[in-house]
């Protein structure tokens, strides 16, 4: 009886006790650690003969691997780019620096849209590249909105802001429009809501300027000089 009771107090604990949640991945973490499924017994002679030819750059009309080796340097082309894509997704949420932000970014894309072409000759765990790739573009504004402010938040911490009414040195003024010049040499590649952000930087320490400048009573800079020119006339 003893150990009858023993084991049923053993498969209530069991059953009673909750599971522990799974540790949740980063995205970019989990999705290196799948691995394309083995079909080669699923693909047809052609499809072998495509990936072939997409693995190795070439132009072959038939099949001069044999299927073990089609599929070990297809493991090894896609985790060679898995690899490119997950340090360079780390790193576009840790730079400073928007020409490698930008750069990083490209590499992703570039990666993901040549394992967007295996697709048609090898299965891929899901995600796969393409809906990878969907996932990825969707999730940049707000990874381009976090490096502009981690820019903002560096410059701001080797020269804090005072008062408003205090003046800003001109060491701090030029860390400050270098950071944002930074920003706006890839102003091309932001969008609306990017340059006013970067906007509210310029702000924080030029303060709202007037747009026009009165140069004489009731003159704008281009009335002024009309007037000049048509007095030396």
């Known amino acids: 009886m003893a150990k009858e009771k023993t084991k049923k107090e053993t498969e209530e604990k069991e059953t009673s006790e909750p599971a522990e949640p799974a540790e949740k991945k980063p995205a970019a973490e989990k999705r290196a650690k ?5 079909t080669a017994s699923k693909r047809t002679k052609q499809e072998k003969i495509a990936l072939q030819n997409l693995l190795f750059g070439t132009s072959e009309k038939k099949l001069m691997v ?5 599929n070990n340097m297809a493991a090894k082309y896609i985790s060679k780019r898995m690899k490119t894509i997950n340090a360079n997704y780390e790193s576009i949420h840790s730079t400073k620096i928007p020409e490698m932000f930008f750069k990083y970014c490209d590499e992703i894309e570039s990666c993901l849209e040549e394992l967007i072409v295996l697709e048609p000759y090898y299965s891929f765990k899901n995600p796969v590249p393409t809906v990878y790739k969907r996932s990825f573009l969707n999730h940049k504004p707000a990874a381009l909105t976090a490096m502009l402010n981690r820019i903002w938040r560096n410059a701001l911490q080797k020269y804090p802001l005072g008062k408003p009414e205090d003046e800003i040195s001109e060491r701090a ?5 270098e950071a944002i ?3 706006l040499k890839f102003q091309d590649r932001m969008t609306e809501d990017d340059l006013s952000l970067i906007d509210s930087f310029y702000k924080q320490v030029h303060g ?8 004489a009573e009731g003159e704008t800079p281009q009335e002024s000089s009309e007037n000049e020119e048509n007095a030396a006339e």
């Open 181 to 183: 010049n930074e920003m």
């Open 173 to 177: 003024m030029e860390c400050y429009d």
């Open 208 to 215: 709202e300027e007037e747009l026009k400048e009165e140069t």
């Open 34 to 38: 799948q691995k394309p499924e083995d």
């Open 66 to 70: 044999s299927d073990e080796f089609l």
